[in-house]
C-alpha cells in the first residue's frame, strides 16, 4: 500500500487524553482531512444550550431530537493558524465548544441514539473517499469498522485533568482541577457504560498510552507504525 491510497485512520480513546491534537498532526502530516467528531458532538451540545434545550440542570431530550435538522455542522481550516475550526449553523463555535458547561454535559448528549444516528451519518459521508483522520469514541468500532488503520489512546485520568487544567488557564478561564478531574472521571464512566455505541477499544486497534509522551513522540511513534504496517516511509 502507498500513501496514495488514501488511509482511513481511526483514533478512539478517553477524553483529554490528546487525540485531537494527534489526529490534527497526522492529518497535516499526510495532507489529509481531518473531522475532529468529538467537536460535532459538542456542536449539537452547545446548540441545546443557546436554545433553551438544556436548561436548569435538564435536557429536554424530545425537543432536541426533533430539533437535529436545524444542526448544521462543518470544519474549515484558519488559513493564518492552520487550525482546523468548527462552525455551528455558519458561525464559529470553536472557543465556545471548548468550555466547562459544554464538558460537562456532552457525554449526556452523546448517548442519545438520534445524535449518533444523525452525527455517524455525517462523518461516514465526510469520510467515505479515505484521506482522512478521525477520531472520537467509537470511529473504529461504528463509524468505519474497516478503517485502515485504528489508534485507540489513553493516560491516567489525573494526567488528563492536568492537561486540561493547563489548556483552560492558558486561556485565561478561571478553572478549578478539582472539577476537571471530577468531570473526566465521570465522562469515562459514561462514556464506557452508554447504551449507544459505548467507548471500547476495537479488536484490531492499537493502543498509544501517552501519559509520559510528548506531541513529537506520538508522531514518532506513528511515523514507525506506518512504516512496519505498510511500508510507508515519511521523513519526520
Known sequence: MTISEKLI??????SSCGKSTFAKAIADMLSYIYIDSGAMYR???????ENGIISNDFLD???????????NISFKKDMLTGKCLTYLNGNNVEEKIRGIEVSSWVSRISTIKEVRQKLVELQRKMGESGGVVLDGR???????PDADLKIFMTASPQIRAQRRYDELEAK???????EILKNIVERDEMDTTRVES????AD???VLDNSNMTVEQQLKWFV???KDKFNILLGY
Do not use: M, R
Open 9 to 14: 485512520i481511526a483514533i478512539d480513546g478517553y
Open 43 to 49: 456542536a449539537v451540545t452547545l446548540f441545546a444550550i
Open 61 to 71: 431530550k424530545e425537543k432536541l431530537i426533533s430539533s437535529l435538522n436545524e444542526i
Open 138 to 144: 467509537d470511529i473504529g468500532t461504528v463509524v468505519f
Open 172 to 178: 485565561g478561564l478561571d478553572v478549578s482541577f478539582e
Open 198 to 201: 459505548p467507548l471500547i477499544k
Open 204 to 206: 484490531d486497534a492499537i
Open 224 to 226: 514507525d507504525l506506518l
